[in-house]
């Protein structure tokens, strides 16, 4: 069997030899040249300070553009007819198409993602009840790391369509803190100024703000915000409350407890 086979195959080889070695060399060739046609147009992107998320789109679709290309060329010098080829590809995209419903919407979704930007990498946001600093953005998915480093891999189907919060790189943080009636209200907006001056990792822009809130039944309610960076959102509010609570300290303004005063009749 192998030995009336060899001669056919020996004459195969010697007969298409220089149509296999030059469409082995246009593939080995056309994949380098699609590889540096890619990086080139990244870096001339980048240096256009066009957007990351579209940067990558956009040269992986020419990456795998020139190799289809090149595919399709190498198939055609070894004088293969790829019309038939093309029509089964179609059908059979069809039938796929079905069967992948949920992974096309998740390519479909990251398609919108990457032409509307309604964010980029670094920029930290909140969708489908989870939070975190976007890592990674790909056609079928987006990845996001929360501040505990924890990796959150979201679908891009659940992010498109649904209600997103962007807080970009800094995020802003809201406190209350009750002062006694009495109490001198400029020593304690003066208070807790300081203290959130005095933590580092707080942005200086915007600047903190600090006033009369509310007024309670037993206190003053003093509100204050300031923005910290997206990454280190709770460790900076910490840092902040444990500043306000020793500044309030400092100058002697007593934080009440709740007190209600009930009359009784004779």
Known sequence: MIQELLPQLMEFVVKYFFQILGAGVLLIVGWWLAGKLAAGLGHLLERKKVDPLLVNF???LVRWA???????TALSSLGVNIAPYVAVLGAGTLGVSLALQGPISNFGAGFVIILTRPFT????????GVSGVVK??????????????????????HIVGEIQTNSKSVRIVEGLVGMAYGSSLDAAIGAIQRAVAS????????????GIDAFGE????????????SRSYHAVRYKVNRAVHDELAKAGITIPFPQRVIHTAP
């Open 58 to 60: 956009i040269t992986a």
């Open 66 to 72: 020139v190799v289809f290309i090149i595919l399709i």
């Open 121 to 128: 990498l670094g920029d930290t946001i909140t969708v489908t």
């Open 136 to 157: 990674e953005v790909k056609l079928g998915f987006t990845r996001l790391v929360t501040e505990d480093n924890e990796v959150i891999t979201v679908p891009n189907k």
């Open 199 to 210: 933590v580092p990792e707080v942005t200086a822009d915007p600047p903190a703000q600090a």
């Open 218 to 229: 037993s206190s003053i309610d003093i509100g204050y915000r300031y923005w910290v960076p």
